[in-house]
């Protein structure tokens, strides 16, 4: 495989004149089917709405961090098909570093199908695609500044990507995948967490270096570090439409916000800010915010 590595520029926002932070990860188009209920296991419920939407985790966690004032480098693997051009549409009109995306073509362009329901609760199954096949090869020898990474990508490359890192290591544990490396989990400088994911973990997230984010939807989120709270933060108030890529909007707000040196407490409520605007539109990419907005929110723009 044969990665075009081309030089990021940060040259924008407060982060300017840091390193730009590189995104391993998934790249995904989202079929979302929006209805008045979740069906149950055999239930088929009709009367939806359809869209399609830019999505993966890997892909919204840097459409977030870009929107919100950091340079940032993509590296992720598409498939040869129509696609890929609607999944990566929105990073490239963003200024999202597309030089590490690479093309497979023996693989589809991965997929999610995403039901939602009134209340802006989902259910999401993806199709991994071509997002199984980024190896290790197709990582850089040493992964300059901030890193970010999720485990819709295969283990392996996770946990490449998270030892060749020089900087700051910030690893979502989603989805969870409980045979993730301890060494990676040791490594990490920033581990987030939703509720469920937190107790799938347990206490393999206690007695690490680095600091734990545990995010609980509209209740806010907790910075903890070895199981003692460092911080803690609760979202505004909005009406949640649908929650589809709110956890990375929250991501990559929480590891800019870091980057810039903000508190604890003040990064935490940044990024409760930016994923509570995220669930309050459709969509996974296109709802993420802008800085202006998430400033806005705070009470500070």
Same mark, same amino acid.
């Given at each position: 495989?044969?990665? *075009?590595?081309?030089? %990021?520029s940060a040259d924008n926002g407060r982060v300017k004149r840091q390193t730009p932070i590189t995104v391993v990860g998934s790249i995904n188009l989202d079929f979302v089917a929006t209805g008045a209920v979740l069906p149950t296991p055999g239930q088929t419920v009709t009367g939806a709405a359809l869209s399609i939407h830019p999505g993966g985790k890997g892909a919204n966690q840097a459409l977030a961090a870009r929107r919100l004032g950091?340079?940032? %480098?993509?590296?992720? /693997?598409?498939?040869?098909?129509?696609?890929?051009?609607?999944?990566?549409? *929105?990073? &490239?009109?963003?200024?999202?570093?597309?030089?590490?995306?690479?093309?497979?073509?023996?693989?589809? @362009?991965?997929?999610?199908? =995403?039901?939602?329901?009134?209340?802006?609760?989902?259910? =999401?199954?993806?199709?991994?695609?071509?997002?199984?096949?980024?190896?290790?090869?197709?990582?850089?020898?040493?992964?300059?500044?901030? *890193?970010?990474?999720?485990?819709?990508? !295969?283990?392996?490359?996770?946990?490449?990507?998270? #030892?060749?890192?020089?900087?700051?290591? %910030?690893?979502?544990?989603?989805?969870?995948?409980?045979?993730?490396?301890?060494?990676?989990? /040791?490594?990490?400088?920033? *581990?987030?967490?939703?509720?469920?994911?937190?107790?799938?973990?347990? &206490? /393999?997230?206690?007695?690490?270096?680095?600091?734990? #984010?545990?995010?609980?939807?509209? &209740?806010?989120?907790?910075?903890? &570090?070895?199981?003692?709270?460092?911080? @803690?933060?609760? !979202?505004?108030?909005?009406?949640?439409?649908?929650? @589809?890529?709110?956890?990375?909007?929250?991501?990559?707000?929480?590891?800019?916000?870091?980057?810039?040196?903000?508190?604890?407490?003040?990064?935490?409520?940044?990024?409760?800010?930016?994923? #509570?605007?995220?669930?309050?539109?459709?969509? #996974?990419?296109?709802?993420? !915010?802008? /800085?202006?907005?998430?400033?806005?929110?705070?009470?500070?723009?």
């Amino acid at each position: 495989m044969v990665l *075009l590595r081309r030089p %990021c520029s940060a040259d924008n926002g407060r982060v300017k004149r840091q390193t730009p932070i590189t995104v391993v990860g998934s790249i995904n188009l989202d079929f979302v089917a929006t209805g008045a209920v979740l069906p149950t296991p055999g239930q088929t419920v009709t009367g939806a709405a359809l869209s399609i939407h830019p999505g993966g985790k890997g892909a919204n966690q840097a459409l977030a961090a870009r929107r919100l004032g950091a340079a940032v %480098c993509l590296i992720g /693997r598409v498939g040869a098909d129509g696609m890929a051009d609607q999944a990566l549409a *929105l990073l &490239r009109a963003d200024g999202v570093e597309l030089g590490g995306v690479s093309v497979d073509g023996a693989a589809a @362009t991965g997929a999610a199908l =995403i039901a939602v329901d009134a209340e802006g609760e989902n259910q =999401i199954m993806v199709a991994s695609g071509a997002n199984a096949a980024l190896t290790p090869d197709g990582l850089p020898e040493v992964i300059d500044g901030p *890193l970010i990474c999720q485990l819709e990508s !295969p283990l392996e490359t996770v946990a490449a990507a998270v #030892a060749r890192a020089t900087g700051f290591v %910030c690893v979502n544990l989603a989805p969870t995948h409980l045979a993730i490396d301890d060494a990676v989990l /040791r490594r990490a400088d920033l *581990l987030v967490v939703n509720e469920g994911e937190a107790g799938d973990f347990g &206490r /393999r997230l206690h007695g690490l270096p680095g600091l734990v #984010a545990v995010t609980w939807g509209s &209740r806010g989120a907790t910075l903890l &570090r070895d199981g003692v709270r460092v911080a @803690t933060a609760e !979202p505004p108030e909005v009406d949640a439409l649908d929650t @589809t890529g709110a956890g990375d909007a929250f991501v990559g707000a929480l590891v800019v916000a870091m980057l810039e040196g903000m508190t604890p407490a003040e990064a935490l409520r940044f990024a409760c800010a930016a994923g #509570a605007l995220t669930a309050a539109k459709a969509g #996974a990419q296109s709802s993420l !915010p802008w /800085r202006g907005e998430v400033d806005a929110a705070l009470g500070g723009g």
